[in-house]
């Protein structure tokens, strides 16, 4: 079989690779820095896809005969797999890989990691019609060499079955298979974990509930986005049935994207996200389960029917080798891949890790460092059956209703990490740069897996029964921030009650335990409390809230109103980042004039106006003509 590069050229490209992302910023060479580089090529991407997917469409005709993707290590970890994997040897011509830059080494040729490259297996009487498939959609490819029986790897220009044979001759690389995937010595890392230390505690006394919730809203964690979501379009495919943008006003509150799987049908996935890196700082371990627990709980405005049909991604990032942090990525790691995630029974496929999470400089004659905490983000997917049935915060207008909290924390209130333990600096004694507070504050965890998996099974259910009329997840900002983004993105003003959902307004507002706000109609309210009944979760539900047609935010505890918001004052916190980063970046003016249509609460919102009857068959008429279209297909870019 011929072994064949499908993609672009060698180019001095990720040389450092591996080496570079796995040392500090700032330890390594300037060179190293430079070869580390990386560029991407979306259009090669998209004609090597299009390359295998026509070989992959041909079924049992396949010609591709195993194929392997080129990343770390180029070539050099690409080509010794694929052969590996078969049991058997190559012999590799360096002369005929592509290269956009004749000055490559060979040590350079065959180690680069130039993106958008694939290395296939192709029998040797097939490599002529392979390369009329890879002709037509212009994906340049080269046969490189052919795999041996011997499980021996011989590289170097010009290295033929022939050439590969003589006596005398010396190759690059020329070294049985198992030298290369022998044994390989384990790594070992020397460490201690670090004594816990909780979050420092919050000192209420001086706290404003007023100036607390505009520092919340205005915090970056809880701003808009709108500044980043607008930046790109989100729906240049064609098949995104719901992105970021929610509602009549296009607000980026979306909690998970959904897009179709084809142009016919309503079938699709959904992805949601989570993180929580800020918890990391007091406790690595539930850091990690939140983040697994808040990417399920984005995930469940999807209509997806089985917790066991979700695969989660998990991206790890920490500062390996630093003081403590190498034992805090093993619990967390712990925490998730060999306990929470088993539990649930959800699986982990696919992931990516980070290890090099400090930097370190020199300025005024001394040495600086900074190191971020370790971090996990969790992407989670699943099929749709109809990504129209997704459920979004905005809320319905169309009869009485009332907004419940269904909180996993089963009443626990843990503020360590919380967006308002963050953004209050002013309450530290004036020792270092976190809130320096009086008492230790807890940071919440995911206690009790099973209750994740009934929280899931709840709100599939009360979607499915037409219960659920607006949904949104609690994260950042607590409970506080997501009725406040239901507000934003529908146009209407609230009425919050305290009553028996919790003593202290900044505990009960603020806290960020895992859980979801949920909008129910008052003549459901019977229907859906015996179904948080039926699926144990009474005692993590309560009735918090009331939409009104006023443009306020009000707090209310004993039939006393605690404090009172208009709701432009909160909108304009809440905005005030996005804003400020986009007068930096785009037109200042255009920016003031998107704050002042965004924030105007009696604004239309968007209406569709449409020009045809969507119900009229418009195909019909014209295929009974007999008429057959001319289609033309573009391959270029």
Known sequence: DAVIVLGGPA?????????????????????????????????????????????????????????????????????????????????????????????????????????????????????????????????????????????????????????????????PIDLPMDVLFGKAPKMHRDTRRPTAAPWPALRWEGLELRDAALRVMAHPSVA????????????????????????????????????????????????????????????????ARMAVGEAITNLCAAPVDSLNRVKLSANWMAAAGHDGEDARLFDAVKAVGLELCPELDLSIPVGKDSLSMQ??????????????????????????????????????????????????????????????????????????????????????????????????ELIRDAREAGLVRAYHDRSDGGAFAALCEMAFCSRVGLDITLDGWGDDPFRTLFNEELGAIVQVSLEDRAEFADLVARHGLIDCAQRIARPTTAPAIRVRDDGQTLVEWRWDELFDAWWSTSHAIQKLRDNPEGADEERTVARDFNAPGLKPKLTFDPADDVAAPFINTGVRPKVAILREQ
Request: aromatic letters at 4%.
């Open 359 to 456: 930097a370190q400089w020199h300025a005024d004659g001394k040495a600086h460092k900074s190191v971020s905490p370790v971090s996990l983000i969790v992407s989670a997917f699943a099929p749709v059956v109809d990504v129209r049935a997704q459920v979004t915060p905005l809320l319905s207008r169309e009869d009485e209703s009332e907004l419940w909290l269904i909180g996993l924390g089963a009443g626990k209130q843990r503020l360590g990490g919380s967006v308002l333990a963050q953004c209050h600096p002013d309450a530290a004694d004036g020792q270092g740069s976190l809130p320096a507070f009086s008492g230790p504050l807890g940071v919440p965890d995911l206690d009790n897996p099973q209750r994740l998996r009934d929280f899931f």
């Open 11 to 171: 180019m001095l490209i990720g040389l450092g690779g591996g080496a570079a992302s796995s040392v500090a910023s700032g330890e390594s060479h300037e060179e190293l820095d430079f070869a580390s580089v990386q560029r991407d090529n979306p259009e090669m991407e998209r004609r090597c896809q299009e390359v295998i997917d026509r070989c992959v469409a041909r079924g049992e005709d396949n010609p591709i005969a195993t194929a392997h993707d080129v990343g770390a290590g180029g070539l050099s970890n690409a080509i010794p797999e694929l052969l590996h994997d078969s049991g058997l040897g190559g012999i590799i011509d360096l002369a005929k890989v592509p290269s956009d830059d004749p000055s490559l080494s060979p040590m350079q040729l065959w180690c680069n990691e130039s993106q958008e490259r694939y290395v296939l297996g192709v029998p040797a009487d097939r490599v002529a019609e392979f390369a009329a498939i890879c002709e037509r959609e212009r994906c340049p490819f080269a046969a490189v060499g052919f795999a041996t029986a011997e499980e021996r790897l011989v590289v170097g220009y010009g290295a033929t079955r022939e050439t590969a044979r003589e006596a005398g001759r010396e190759w």
């Open 224 to 287: 808009s986005k709108n500044f980043l979501v607008t930046i790109g379009d989100r729906s240049v495919g064609g098949l995104t049935a719901r992105d970021q943008m929610i509602g009549p006003w296009q607000l980026p509150l979306g909690g998970c994207l959904t897009p179709r799987s084809g142009s016919a049908g309503s079938a699709g996935e959904a992805r949601g996200t989570g993180e929580r890196p800020p918890l990391a700082l007091t406790d690595a371990a539930a850091a």
